[in-house]
């Protein structure tokens, strides 16, 4: 009986040992950057930023100002793809605006960093669509043709 006492600990002991040595491995790697991406591409979609971190502060106020010439229309935005770097990530968003019969459709990027074992979003323009620069905003313009 005492070796299979001593058989019961000592497989106890190692699968202790194993998942311990699991958990290790998940907290080196870090959060997902997808769940950061996602409520990103939520955020722009709603137009409500609030429950996305970033590295700045103003986004909110940036997006506003960069959206605020295109009235009513609001886009939908979905994450495409994300790439994880050594504490960056890019997410390459897709975006569909519905301003005429024809959809305005096209890819943008955005750089997640990862801060304190969270990912926080960094604000640009450009994150909105990819020719823009601080402090232009976007109009809308239609053209018959």
């Not at 700045?56 to 009235?71: F, N, P, R």
Request: net charge negative; with cysteine.
């Amino acid at each position: 009986m005492p070796r299979t006492l001593d058989r019961i600990l000592a497989a106890a002991a190692g699968t202790t040992l194993l998942l311990t040595g699991c958990s290790a491995v998940d907290d080196a790697t870090g959060p997902d950057p997808a769940d950061a991406a996602e409520r990103l591409a939520d955020g722009l979609s709603s137009g409500d930023l609030g429950d996305v971190r970033f590295t700045d502060e103003g986004a909110q106020h940036g997006y506003d100002e960069v959206v605020g010439g295109l009235g009513e229309v609001t886009p939908t935005v979905a994450v495409e793809s994300v790439d994880e770097g050594d504490g960056t990530a890019t997410v390459t968003l897709g975006w569909t605006w519905p301003v005429s019969e024809q959809d305005w459709t096209y890819t943008s990027e955005a750089t997640l960093r990862l801060v304190d074992g969270q990912w926080q979003a960094a604000w640009e323009p450009s994150v909105v669509q990819p020719s823009l620069r601080t402090g232009g905003p976007t109009r809308r313009r239609t053209s018959s043709g």
